[in-house]
């Protein structure tokens, strides 16, 4: 795919360069993390080359709109993604591709295709991961220095709520990571339970 490589690496220099320091979750080592998530369903769904750039591309770009702000950073992120892929020559149909990858992250999340629900899981993979907690850590980090001043018991309740509403969409992600995520639910309201009791 013409013009791939160099998309890549002016998108990750954008990222490097012109992301807010406060952004501690949104932030380069979240999109390389999404990225390092879309190679392995990449090569576990055999998804073919053409569309596993589109699908690469989509992850380095999700949270691009961040350079520019948190409000409605995916349709900012689009506006991005199409004068960059038009920079480097990419068709209206791939073009198009990314903007529903982009759209999809979302949240509510509502994928339509295959490619979407792949890069909606892989945005949120680390909710039935191990490394949540360090996470979800850093989210709550990033919150605060944007002014939402919320403390541990506030953060807990909001993580509940959002870990209750939200579904993977791959057989992957709902195999492997629902359970743990579901784990990650009963762990939190014993810590409020217990909060409660002291």
Request: glycine share 4%; with cysteine; charged share 30%.
């Amino acid at each position: 795919m013409k013009g791939y490589l160099k998309l890549r690496k002016h998108a990750l220099h954008i990222l490097n360069t012109e992301l807010p320091e406060e952004l501690c979750y949104h932030n380069i080592i979240h999109t390389l993390d999404v990225l390092n998530v879309v190679n392995k369903y990449i090569r576990r769904q055999k998804i073919d080359n053409h569309h596993a750039k589109l699908l690469r591309i989509g992850a380095i770009l999700h949270d691009i709109g961040f350079t520019v702000g948190r409000e409605n950073h995916e349709e900012k992120g689009v506006v991005i993604a199409k004068r960059l892929m038009h920079q480097y020559n990419f068709s209206e149909k791939d073009i198009k591709i990314v903007k529903g990858l982009i759209l999809a992250t979302k949240v509510p999340q509502s994928p339509k295709t295959n490619l979407e629900k792949v890069i909606c899981d892989s945005d949120l993979d680390y909710l039935g991961r191990r490394d949540f907690y360090v996470t979800g850590d850093q989210l709550l980090k990033e919150l605060n220095n944007q002014g939402f001043n919320l403390d541990v018991e506030e953060w807990n309740k909001m993580q509940i709520t959002f870990l209750k509403d939200h579904k993977y969409h791959t057989e992957f992600a709902k195999k492997y990571r629902k359970p743990n995520k579901v784990k990650r639910i009963k762990e939190l309201e014993k810590l409020i339970e217990n909060e409660i009791a002291k």
